[in-house]
């Protein structure tokens, strides 16, 4: 995997672990999302604004694949890099690899679209916009 585009901290805790004592597989999506929505927030103010800006319904999960590597385990800190992968027409294909250490325990990816209205329904839209607003940053992105 290449140099992140982004990565983020996440506190292992019981509540994240099965009766094993190993981390409950759905959550590793759930961290994923969170990855991708921080990454939206520290970079261009946040999901809710560039869908604003973009007049765009939401930029939705279209696909998302995981392989677990080896156990993340109650009181682990886990680091979880973000990559962009690919930018799509209409698509955008984003890696992660959380670790312990140096040792992986996760390796995922998720396909998003950006949704707008047109004609009465739900359509794709374009990346490129997004792809601008993300490589240019808002100026004020810290507010939301």
Known sequence: ???????????????????????????????????????????????????????????????????????????????????IRDWGHKTLTLGYLGRIGERAVVEGTELRGMFVRRDGRLRAGEMAPLRALLDAGLPDAGQA
């Open 1 to 83: 995997m290449s140099q992140p585009d982004f990565s983020m901290e996440i506190q292992i805790s019981f509540g994240h672990c099965d009766p094993a004592g190993i981390v409950f597989y759905p959550n590793y999506f759930r961290w994923f999302d969170r990855c991708f929505h921080t990454y939206l927030l520290k970079t261009a103010g946040g999901h809710r604004r560039l869908c604003r800006v973009l007049e765009a319904q939401g930029i939705g999960l279209m696909d998302a694949r995981a392989n677990f590597i080896s156990p993340a385990l109650d009181g682990d800190l886990m680091t979880l890099e973000m990559t």
